[in-house]
């Protein structure tokens, strides 16, 4: 290895580019409709249309349909998130429970 790759001068340079931060992030809780937000940043709101599927809306909508959603279940009951819908004003997401059926919240 050469130069300061891995050091924090290095990462000082890109920390805070708009192409290298988040678009847009959301905690919320789901034990019933509707969702409640926790913490959110370019997140409007979210559409529950069952306890098992999310509309999630942005603020300001992403400049195309290609963007990456990353997803979790810190309750540990959902084995899987899916998304279904690219919008550039939203995204659509389903969880699945460990035996692979619609989680029931």
Not at 39 to 47: A, K, L, T, W, Y
Not at 49 to 55: E, I, Q, R, V
Not at 64 to 83: E, F, H, L, M
């Given at each position: 290895?050469?130069?300061?790759?891995?050091?924090?001068?290095?990462?000082?340079?890109?920390?805070g580019?708009?192409?290298?931060?988040?678009?847009?992030?959301?905690?919320?809780?789901?034990?019933?409709?509707?969702?409640?937000?926790?913490?959110?940043?370019?997140?409007?709101?979210?559409?529950n249309?069952?306890?098992?599927?999310?509309?999630v809306n942005?603020?300001?909508?992403?400049?195309?349909?290609?963007?990456?959603?990353?997803?979790?279940?810190?309750?540990?009951?959902?084995?899987?998130?899916?998304?279904?819908v690219?919008?550039?004003?939203?995204?659509?997401?389903?969880?699945?429970?460990?035996?692979?059926?619609?989680?029931?919240?």
């Open positions: 290895m050469s130069g300061i790759v891995g050091t924090s001068h290095s990462k000082s340079k890109v920390i580019r708009s192409k290298d931060t988040a678009k847009a992030w959301v905690r919320f809780t789901n034990p019933a409709t509707p969702a409640v937000l926790q913490g959110s940043f370019n997140v409007s709101s979210i559409d249309y069952t306890s098992d599927m999310w509309k942005f603020e300001t909508p992403m400049a195309t349909t290609g963007y990456t959603v990353v997803a979790n279940d810190s309750q540990g009951d959902v084995n899987s998130i899916s998304i279904s690219f919008n550039a004003a939203y995204f659509e997401a389903f969880s699945y429970n460990n035996s692979g059926t619609k989680q029931q919240k």
